[in-house]
Structures are given as structure tokens and as C-alpha cells.
């Protein structure tokens, strides 16, 4: 953040003033789509391991909540 100090007052640039707001619609949407994606984690394990076997199944959710955990950290860094 760059300061701007004018008559006292800190002078935020509109991008500053976006994150302390909480973000926009692309920041809303990795959280959504990461949220989505831990919910389903265990749909998804339980599917693969159905077709491909346990082990396939506890790496194919582990890696969809991974994604999922992934986007919603970038969106609420």
C-alpha cells in the first residue's frame, strides 16, 4: 500500500480500498467455486474409490479439497 498523506488523512488507491472492503466478484467466485469443491471432496473420493480402488479415491479427494482449500486462500489472502 502507498500512502498519500493529504491534510492528515491517508489516501487509499481504489485497489487498497477493494481488499479492506473484502474484494470483488472474481475473489467471491474462487471462494465459491473453492468451497464447492471441499464439499464435494468426499463425493468425489468415495466415487473413485468405487471405480478405481481406495487409494485412487483418498488421492482424488485429497486433491479436490487441495484445490478447493487452494482457491479459497488465494481469494481471502
Known amino acids: ?3 498519500a498523506i493529504n491534510n492528515g488523512f491517508a489516501e487509499l488507491s481504489m485497489d487498497d480500498m477493494r481488499e479492506i472492503d473484502g ?3 472474481w475473489e467471491a467466485t474462487k471462494a465459491f ?12 473420493g ?3 474409490g468405487i471405480v478405481a480402488g481406495p ?3 483418498i488421492s482424488a479427494g485429497g486433491g479436490c479439497a ?3 482449500l487452494s482457491l479459497i486462500g488465494s ?3
Do not use: N, R, T, W
Not at 467455486?33 to 468425489?44: K, M, N, Y
Open 1 to 3: 500500500m502507498e500512502f
Open 23 to 25: 474484494g470483488g466478484v
Open 33 to 44: 467455486a473453492g468451497c464447492v469443491l471441499v464439499g464435494f471432496s468426499p463425493a468425489v
Open 46 to 48: 468415495v466415487g473413485v
Open 55 to 57: 487409494i485412487a479415491g
Open 66 to 68: 487441495s484445490a478447493g
Open 75 to 77: 481469494a481471502c489472502h
